[in-house]
């Protein structure tokens, strides 16, 4: 009796062990520009070893991050529209809103440049240029971060891309990787964010054709789903995950991420958010 009571003492210590090491693990809705660039791939390793934290990674425009964790389905949110985010906050899906890094957007094109715009920095006159000569153009339109920077820069362009829109325009619903692909098909220009881009191996007849432009600017934020409004979310894990971005071994870590010399992320958190 006293064996069998030792064996299932033994049997349940060793399940609930196991329990416990499956639930140090978090869920983060992400925008693909964090998983197509290689940054996860950098971070999430070190960020483990620190902490023992598995971090599991659902890679989507920022829109449907966003609403991966409205519903609760994610732990941490880290995405890249400000005005989206700051209004998850307000609408009580989110903690609080932690700005991490930035990098920018360029806008990429066919080497042959049927619109002209090749060397611009103006953001606004090369759209006009793309809009008025029909060039094609490749729009993600899946409620992204770049999805939403790129309709913000057609309407201070004067240009009601809705309206104007024709076979020239065209929508795919897909992530930064697939919108390069198919700008590469089509001959088309593209905006992206420039860390996909120079993770980006299929680059044979594209160039960047615009950059530099104070309105290019491209910000990422992170934020801790609200426990209050999901009891499931794992705060202490979700909050240490959100802690390590902003703090000063995670803003080094973003910030020696490179591909061939080149630096993709440039961190910027405020020292007064770190815990």
């Given at each position: 009796?006293?064996?069998?009571l030792?064996?299932?003492?033994?049997?349940?210590?060793?399940?609930?062990?196991?329990?416990s090491?499956?639930?140090?693990?978090?869920?983060?809705?992400?925008?693909?520009?964090?998983?197509?660039?290689?940054?996860?791939?950098?971070?999430?390793?070190?960020?483990?070893?620190?902490?023992?934290?598995?971090?599991?990674?659902?890679?989507?425009?920022?829109g449907?991050?966003?609403?991966?964790?409205?519903?609760?389905?994610?732990?941490?949110?880290?995405?890249?529209?400000?005005?989206?985010?700051?209004?998850?906050?307000?609408?009580?899906?989110?903690?609080?809103?932690?700005?991490?890094?930035?990098?920018?957007?360029?806008?990429?094109?066919?080497?042959?440049?049927?619109?002209?715009?090749?060397?611009?920095?103006?953001?606004?006159?090369?759209?006009?240029?793309?809009?008025?000569?029909?060039?094609?153009?490749?729009?993600?339109?899946?409620?992204s971060?770049?999805?939403?920077?790129?309709?913000?820069?057609?309407k201070?362009?004067?240009?009601?891309?809705?309206?104007?829109?024709?076979?020239?325009?065209?929508?795919?619903?897909?992530?930064?990787?697939?919108?390069?692909?198919?700008?590469?098909?089509?001959?088309?220009?593209?905006?992206?964010?420039?860390?996909?881009?120079?993770?980006?191996?299929?680059?044979?007849?594209?160039?960047?054709?615009?950059?530099?432009?104070?309105?290019?600017?491209?910000?990422?934020?992170?934020?801790?789903?609200?426990?209050?409004?999901?009891?499931?979310?794992?705060?202490?894990?979700?909050?240490?995950?959100?802690?390590?971005?902003?703090?000063?071994?995670?803003?080094?870590?973003?910030?020696?991420?490179?591909?061939?010399?080149?630096?993709?992320?440039?961190?910027?958190?405020?020292?007064?958010q770190?815990?």
């Open positions: 009796m006293l064996k069998r030792s064996l299932a003492l033994a049997l349940g210590l060793a399940l609930s062990a196991g329990a090491a499956q639930d140090r693990s978090i869920v983060v809705a992400s925008t693909t520009s964090t998983q197509d660039s290689g940054l996860f791939n950098h971070l999430l390793p070190l960020f483990k070893a620190k902490s023992g934290i598995d971090v599991k990674v659902i890679a989507q425009g920022t449907q991050a966003l609403d991966t964790g409205r519903r609760g389905d994610a732990d941490v949110v880290f995405v890249h529209a400000q005005p989206q985010e700051e209004k998850f906050v307000a609408d009580g899906f989110g903690v609080k809103r932690f700005g991490v890094m930035y990098n920018d957007f360029v806008l990429i094109g066919p080497a042959a440049d049927p619109a002209g715009v090749r060397g611009q920095k103006d953001i606004v006159a090369a759209l006009v240029a793309i809009q008025q000569k029909a060039a094609p153009f490749v729009s993600r339109g899946d409620k971060g770049t999805h939403s920077a790129e309709l913000a820069l057609w201070t362009a004067g240009v009601d891309i809705a309206a104007s829109k024709g076979t020239w325009y065209r929508e795919i619903g897909q992530g930064m990787g697939a919108a390069l692909n198919t700008a590469k098909a089509m001959g088309a220009y593209v905006l992206a964010d420039r860390g996909t881009w120079i993770s980006f191996k299929n680059k044979d007849g594209l160039v960047v054709a615009v950059e530099g432009d104070r309105k290019l600017f491209n910000q990422y934020g992170v934020i801790l789903v609200s426990p209050q409004k999901h009891p499931s979310v794992k705060k202490d894990l979700g909050q240490a995950f959100v802690d390590y971005l902003v703090s000063a071994e995670g803003q080094a870590a973003i910030a020696a991420y490179k591909i061939e010399g080149q630096q993709l992320f440039f961190p910027n958190a405020d020292p007064g770190r815990s």
